[in-house]
C-alpha cells in the first residue's frame, strides 16, 4: 500500500538458515524502518535508516542485519543468531524522520 | 528503554456506541501519532499531534494531546462495524526529528452490530 511492496506475503524457513525478507518503496522517501509484531502486541523497532547507506539499530536489533545500499531499497535478513524469529515483519518508510509511516502489507515467517 | 502505555487492551462496543483508547507516558513527548491496523492487514497512518493541548478531528474521531504532553486520546463517537481493528499511538520523545518511533500495545476495538 501507498507505494511499498514486501515479498514474499508468507515465508517458512527451517531452523539454523539466514532469511531475508525484501522491502521496496516507490515513494522517493528517505527514511526507512523494519518492525516486528508479535500477536496481540505492538511494533517494534529492529532497525532504521535515515538516509542511503546509513541504519541504526532499534529496540532488537540482535540477531537481525539490514543494508542500506539504494534509497528504495531496505532489506532486512533473520540470522541463525535470532532466537525466536516466528513472527509478522512490516516494513515502512517516511518522507523524512518524524514524518508520518507509511506501511507495507508485511511479511509472516514461520520458522520450524 | 522508554515505553508508552495504552489503555485498554481490548474494547468491545455495540454499533452506536462511544470508545475511547488512551495513550499515556511517564515524561514529555514530542509529539504523537495515531494508526490503524485492521486484521489481517497492516497499521494506517491516521494523524500527528504537535501541540500541547492540540484537538483535532477526522468525522466521527476526536483526537487529544495532553497540555503537558504526557497523555493523547482517541475518541470515536457511534461506532460502525468498519471501526474494527486495532488502535496504536507512536511517540517521539525529547526534541523530535529522532527518526524513532515507540508504539504502544495498542487497543483491539470489536464492534458488535
Known amino acids: 500500500d501507498g507505494g511499498i511492496t514486501q515479498s514474499p506475503k508468507y515465508l517458512f524457513r527451517k531452523e539454523g538458515q539466514n532469511v531475508t525478507l525484501s522491502c521496496e518503496q516507490n515513494l522517493n522517501h528517505d527514511a526507512m524502518y523494519w518492525y516486528r509484531q508479535d500477536p496481540g502486541q505492538g511494533l517494534r523497532l529492529i532497525y532504521y535508516s535515515q538516509i542511503v547507506n546509513d541504519f541504526q539499530k532499534g529496540d532488537i536489533a540482535e540477531g537481525y542485519s539490514v543494508s542500506r545500499e539504494k534509497k528504495e531499497s531496505f532489506p532486512l535478513t533473520v540470522t541463525s543468531a535470532q532466537k525466536n524469529p516466528t513472527a509478522f515483519y512490516l516494513c515502512a518508510s517516511s518522507r523524512q524522520q518524524g514524518d508520518e509511516q507509511y506501511f507495507g502489507p508485511g511479511t509472516r515467517l514461520t520458522v520450524t | ?113
Not at chain 2, 494523524?47 to 475518541?75: D, P, Y
Open chain 2, 1 to 113: 528503554g522508554q515505553q508508552v502505555m495504552q489503555i485498554p487492551q481490548y474494547q468491545h462496543v455495540q454499533e452506536g456506541e462511544d470508545f475511547t483508547t488512551y495513550c499515556n507516558s511517564s515524561t514529555t513527548l514530542s509529539n504523537i501519532q495515531w494508526y490503524k491496523q485492521r486484521p489481517g492487514g497492516h497499521p494506517v497512518f491516521l494523524i500527528q499531534l504537535v501541540k500541547s493541548g492540540e484537538v483535532k478531528k477526522q468525522k466521527r474521531l476526536t483526537f487529544q494531546f495532553g497540555e503537558a504532553k504526557k497523555n493523547s486520546s482517541l475518541h470515536i463517537t457511534a461506532t460502525q462495524t468498519t471501526d474494527v481493528g486495532t488502535y496504536f499511538c507512536a511517540v517521539e520523545y525529547g526534541s523530535g526529528n529522532t527518526g524513532k518511533l515507540i508504539f504502544g500495545q495498542g487497543t483491539t476495538l470489536q464492534v458488535k452490530p
